[in-house]
Protein backbone atom coordinates (compact mmCIF):
# COMPACT_ATOMS: atom_id res chain seq x y z
CA UNK A 1 0.00 0.00 0.00
CA UNK A 2 2.85 2.55 0.87
CA UNK A 3 4.40 1.50 -2.84
CA UNK A 4 1.38 2.62 -4.40
CA UNK A 5 0.88 5.88 -2.75
CA UNK A 6 4.64 6.50 -3.20
CA UNK A 7 4.48 6.01 -6.64
CA UNK A 8 1.45 7.80 -7.40
CA UNK A 9 3.42 10.84 -5.19
CA UNK A 10 5.95 10.42 -7.50
CA UNK A 11 4.05 10.30 -10.56
CA UNK A 12 1.89 13.85 -9.08
CA UNK A 13 5.54 15.52 -8.84
CA UNK A 14 6.54 14.72 -12.15
CA UNK A 15 3.40 15.51 -14.18
CA UNK A 16 3.05 19.05 -11.86
CA UNK A 17 6.68 19.63 -12.72
CA UNK A 18 6.21 19.30 -16.22
CA UNK A 19 3.10 20.98 -16.61
CA UNK A 20 4.68 23.59 -14.49
CA UNK A 21 7.92 24.13 -17.07
CA UNK A 22 5.40 23.53 -20.36
CA UNK A 23 3.49 27.18 -18.76
CA UNK A 24 6.85 28.45 -18.26
CA UNK A 25 8.33 27.95 -21.64
CA UNK A 26 4.99 28.44 -23.30
CA UNK A 27 3.84 32.10 -21.57
CA UNK A 28 6.90 33.25 -19.78
CA UNK A 29 10.01 32.39 -21.49
CA UNK A 30 10.85 35.13 -23.81
CA UNK A 31 11.67 33.89 -27.02
CA UNK A 32 13.44 36.76 -29.23
CA UNK A 33 13.61 39.92 -28.58
CA UNK A 34 14.18 42.87 -30.94
CA UNK A 35 13.11 46.16 -32.61
CA UNK A 36 10.79 46.93 -35.44
CA UNK A 37 10.42 50.60 -36.94
CA UNK A 38 7.36 51.42 -39.18
CA UNK A 39 4.95 53.66 -39.19
CA UNK A 40 2.42 53.53 -35.84
CA UNK A 41 -1.24 52.81 -37.49
CA UNK A 42 -3.02 52.49 -34.49
CA UNK A 43 -3.03 51.58 -30.68
CA UNK A 44 -6.38 50.79 -29.23
CA UNK A 45 -7.40 49.47 -25.54
CA UNK A 46 -9.78 46.53 -25.88
CA UNK A 47 -11.13 43.27 -24.61
CA UNK A 48 -13.87 40.98 -23.42
CA UNK A 49 -12.67 40.70 -20.03
CA UNK A 50 -9.18 42.11 -19.50
CA UNK A 51 -8.76 45.19 -21.38
CA UNK A 52 -5.03 44.97 -22.86
CA UNK A 53 -3.69 47.36 -25.89
CA UNK A 54 -3.39 46.59 -28.71
CA UNK A 55 -1.33 47.87 -32.00
CA UNK A 56 -0.50 48.07 -35.18
CA UNK A 57 3.01 49.14 -36.86
CA UNK A 58 3.05 49.51 -40.67
CA UNK A 59 6.65 48.21 -42.14
CA UNK A 60 8.05 49.41 -45.17
CA UNK A 61 7.84 47.34 -48.38
CA UNK A 62 5.65 45.15 -49.47
CA UNK A 63 5.44 41.48 -49.27
CA UNK A 64 3.26 39.06 -51.60
CA UNK A 65 -0.01 37.75 -50.87
CA UNK A 66 -0.45 34.13 -49.98
CA UNK A 67 -3.00 34.07 -52.96
CA UNK A 68 -3.36 35.52 -56.33
CA UNK A 69 -0.28 38.24 -57.02
CA UNK A 70 -1.27 41.06 -55.02
CA UNK A 71 0.59 42.79 -52.79
CA UNK A 72 -0.15 43.35 -49.11
CA UNK A 73 1.58 45.78 -46.62
CA UNK A 74 3.94 44.76 -43.74
CA UNK A 75 2.12 44.80 -40.78
CA UNK A 76 3.32 44.03 -37.12
CA UNK A 77 0.40 43.79 -34.61
CA UNK A 78 2.25 43.79 -31.16
CA UNK A 79 0.52 44.27 -27.60
CA UNK A 80 1.73 46.62 -24.63
CA UNK A 81 1.60 45.88 -21.08
CA UNK A 82 2.86 49.06 -19.58
CA UNK A 83 0.00 52.14 -19.36
CA UNK A 84 3.07 54.78 -19.72
CA UNK A 85 4.17 53.21 -22.80
CA UNK A 86 0.94 52.67 -24.26
CA UNK A 87 -0.07 56.42 -23.43
CA UNK A 88 2.99 58.04 -25.42
CA UNK A 89 2.02 55.56 -28.52
CA UNK A 90 -1.37 57.06 -28.15
CA UNK A 91 0.41 60.53 -29.16
CA UNK A 92 2.34 58.71 -31.82
CA UNK A 93 0.13 57.49 -34.44
CA UNK A 94 0.58 58.16 -37.90
CA UNK A 95 4.66 59.27 -36.98
CA UNK A 96 7.52 57.01 -37.59
CA UNK A 97 8.26 55.04 -34.71
CA UNK A 98 10.91 51.88 -33.38
CA UNK A 99 9.70 49.70 -31.08
CA UNK A 100 11.68 46.84 -28.70
CA UNK A 101 9.65 43.72 -28.33
CA UNK A 102 9.54 40.71 -26.98
CA UNK A 103 7.87 37.67 -28.32
CA UNK A 104 6.16 34.68 -26.33
CA UNK A 105 5.64 31.10 -27.53
CA UNK A 106 2.12 31.80 -26.33
CA UNK A 107 0.09 35.05 -25.36
CA UNK A 108 -1.96 35.51 -22.35
CA UNK A 109 -5.02 36.89 -22.49
CA UNK A 110 -4.55 39.58 -19.43
CA UNK A 111 -0.94 40.36 -21.38
CA UNK A 112 -2.34 41.27 -24.76
CA UNK A 113 -3.74 39.39 -27.34
CA UNK A 114 -0.40 39.33 -29.43
CA UNK A 115 2.59 37.12 -28.94
CA UNK A 116 4.86 39.93 -29.27
CA UNK A 117 5.06 42.23 -26.48
CA UNK A 118 6.11 46.30 -26.77
CA UNK A 119 8.03 47.27 -23.34
CA UNK A 120 9.33 50.27 -24.75
CA UNK A 121 9.96 53.25 -27.11
CA UNK A 122 13.36 53.93 -28.65
CA UNK A 123 12.72 56.28 -31.51
CA UNK A 124 10.04 58.65 -32.52
CA UNK A 125 9.54 61.24 -35.33
CA UNK A 126 7.05 62.47 -37.66
CA UNK A 127 7.24 60.90 -41.43
CA UNK A 128 7.73 63.90 -42.81
CA UNK A 129 11.17 64.82 -40.98
CA UNK A 130 12.76 60.90 -42.35
CA UNK A 131 15.82 60.86 -44.55
CA UNK A 132 14.60 60.78 -48.09
CA UNK A 133 15.88 57.13 -49.22
CA UNK A 134 19.60 58.32 -50.57
CA UNK A 135 21.17 59.06 -47.52
CA UNK A 136 22.05 55.93 -44.90
CA UNK A 137 21.03 57.48 -41.11
CA UNK A 138 24.24 57.51 -38.94
CA UNK A 139 24.27 56.28 -35.29
CA UNK A 140 25.90 58.67 -32.86
CA UNK A 141 28.23 56.29 -30.99
CA UNK A 142 29.63 54.26 -33.96
Not at 47 to 52: D, L, Q
Request: net charge positive; hydrophobic share 40%.
Amino acid sequence: MKTKTKVLSLTLLALLLLLGGFVFFKFYFVLGEGVKAGELNQIVYKGWVWKTYEGRLIQSGFKGAKKGGSIQSNEFNFSVVDKAVADSLMRCSGHHVELHYKEYSGYLPWRGLQRYVVDRIVFVAPVSELYTGSEIPVLADE
